[in-house]
Structure formats: structure tokens, C-alpha cells
């Protein structure tokens, strides 16, 4: 979820997207590196709860917070440098109380290796590391699927796709590539936006599917004066109806393949 791009998005020029934009792409490419992250980012939050693990986890949180703060920083991810920063200042106060015992380990080869860990006398505060744990668990993650489906769409439709044809009143309209794109193409995004890109021009709006049914429109009306359809039929190769203003639409499009746009594969 969290490098998610949208299909539009992949199809414009790599000197032109933002450094946010950049980075965001290269992180989302694996699905497989991401689940690396957001596992490790975890064990290192569940180790610091405990003192025997404190330390190393403390280490490991140091060098992960730099590196995301100086990322964040040079590609102005700025919505997450306030939190990386609190996690960061975090992480250093936690380390103060070892930084004797670091300077005795790294620079005098000692470490805390003779020292007595202290336990705590009652028996909730050995508990509420694992209670703090399970709950915090928990609760993001009930957390996440509630967010994941605000912007997830149940129709495998989402993706990107070549459009073929494009019919008004069965008149076939002569179809010119878009502002993105060697070819007109049809986004369908995972957040309900809609993004036609078609003669010399981008027109984005939203859908909706429901029983079978497909809604769309645009903020503009397109240059074949298409707006809105309410409620037509639709598969994965076609949408046809009629539209407010009695016209009958039919748009033929086809789905990339993996090879041609790496979203329509990764996030299947």
C-alpha cells in the first residue's frame, strides 16, 4: 500500500515526474522488497520493547530512521519528514542510556557483556511489552484493511488499457494519441479516478461498478462530447450505452500486459 502508484502516473516521462514521484516508483517496482521493509521496520518496533533486544534494535532503528530522514529530504517527500524526524529524536533518547556501554563496545572492544539487566518488580510492567505489542498489532492492522478498502476497487478491472475504438451513435471516431502515452489509453485507478488520454488531450474524472454496472464521467466533456454514462454494460474489453444525452457510446480497449505497464501485474 504505501508506494502504491497510479497507471497514469507510470506512462509519463521519467524527466518529467517530480523526485517524489521518482522514488515513490522505484520503491513500489518490488512487492517482495516492500514486504522486507515493512517486515523489518516491525521486528526492529517489537525488539525495542524488550531490554535484552533493546540495544541492537536501537542500532538498527538509528541507521533505517537516518536513511528514510535523508531520503525524505532529497526526494521532498514532505508529508513524512515530521515523522521520521519524531521517530528519529526518538530513537536517540533511547540510546542515551547506552552510550557508555557503545563507546566501551566499539571503541574499547567491551560492551555491556558483564552488566545485570534489571526486571521489573511488578508483574504488569513485564506484561505490558507484549500487551503494548498485541494491541498496537492489532489495532494497525484492522487499521489498514479499513483504509484498504476505501481505495480498493473488488472488479479486476483497475489497470491500464490501449483503447481500440471509440463509437458515438456507431459513427467510429478517429482516434490520436494522448498528452501521455504512444497510444490512447484508459486508466481505471484503484482510487475510483478515471483518466482517458486521447486526442492531444487528458480528461480525468471517476467510475463506480455496481451490479455489473458501470458509471463514469469526466470533469470536461471529451472531444467526442462524451460526459457521463450511468449504470451501462461493460466487461474487460468493452464499455456500451447510452449517455444523459441519448447518444450511444461504445469504447473498445484492451489490457496491457505485464511487460507493457509492471502495475497491471504487481498488484493483481
Not at 514532505?78 to 528519529?88: E, K, R, S, V
Amino acid at each position: 500500500m504505501q508506494f502504491r502508484q497510479l497507471h497514469s502516473e507510470s506512462f509519463v516521462y521519467l524527466a518529467e515526474v517530480s523526485k517524489f514521484q521518482h522514488m515513490w516508483s522505484f520503491f513500489g517496482r518490488s512487492y517482495h522488497y516492500n514486504l522486507f521493509i515493512g517486515i523489518s521496520e516491525f521486528l526492529i518496533g517489537a525488539l525495542i520493547l524488550f531490554p535484552r533486544t533493546r540495544l541492537i534494535a536501537l542500532l538498527l532503528s538509528l541507521g533505517v530512521c537516518l536513511n528514510i530522514f535523508v531520503l525524505n529530504i532529497e526526494f521532498e517527500v514532505l508529508f513524512a519528514i515530521g515523522h521520521i524526524t519524531f521517530d528519529l529524536v526518538i530513537t536517540l533518547l533511547l540510546l542515551l542510556e547506552y552510550y557508555k556501554d557503545i563507546y566501551q563496545f566499539f571503541i574499547k572492544l567491551g560492551g555491556k557483556v558483564n552488566g545485570v539487566i534489571s526486571k521489573p518488580k511488578y508483574k504488569f510492567l513485564r506484561l505490558f511489552p507484549y500487551i503494548f505489542l498485541v494491541v498496537l498489532s492489532v489495532g494497525y492492522f484492522v487499521f489498514s484493511i479499513y483504509v484498504k478498502s476505501m481505495f480498493s476497487v473488488k472488479h479486476k478491472i483497475v489497470g491500464s488499457y490501449e483503447v481500440n475504438t471509440i463509437k458515438v451513435n456507431d459513427s467510429v471516431i478517429n482516434l490520436r494519441k494522448g498528452s501521455i502515452g504512444k497510444k490512447p489509453m484508459l486508466f481505471f485507478e484503484h482510487n475510483s479516478q478515471l483518466v482517458l488520454s486521447a486526442q492531444d488531450t487528458m480528461y480525468v474524472g471517476f467510475y463506480m461498478i455496481k451490479d455489473e454496472k458501470i458509471s463514469l464521467g469526466f470533469e470536461t466533456p471529451t472531444a467526442f462530447g462524451l460526459q457521463r454514462l450511468i449504470d451501462v454494460d461493460f466487461n474487460d474489453k468493452q464499455i456500451k450505452g447510452t449517455s444523459e444525452n441519448k447518444e450511444l457510446f461504445e469504447i473498445g480497449y484492451q489490457r496491457l500486459s505485464e511487460k507493457e505497464d509492471y502495475l497491471n501485474g504487481i498488484y493483481e
